[in-house]
């Protein structure tokens, strides 16, 4: 038997068809709402938020954090 790869189209219809199988339709709808792309610049949000941290600095603050924690 050959097989042939599938375009993105019909590979999606498939999954679907899948889920909506083993899920029934409500479940595979709340299962495919999971998934989200988002929106913005993650790694831009991140630096801002976090800035840009050494490997050192990093471990510095995990052992302050473990330190206050107990």
Do not use: C, H
């Not at 050959?2 to 993105?8: A, G």
């Not at 083993?22 to 709340?30: I, K, S």
């Not at 998934?35 to 800035?51: C, K, P, V």
């Amino acid at each position: 038997m050959k097989s042939r790869f599938k375009t993105p189209n019909e590979l999606r219809q498939a999954g679907i068809a899948a889920l909506v199988k083993t899920l029934g339709p409500v479940d595979a709808t709340q299962f495919l709402r999971l998934f989200d792309a988002g929106s913005g610049d993650y790694t831009r949000r991140r630096r801002d938020l976090l800035g840009n941290p050494s490997v050192d600095e990093v471990i510095s603050e995990m052992k302050q954090w473990k330190k206050n924690s107990k």
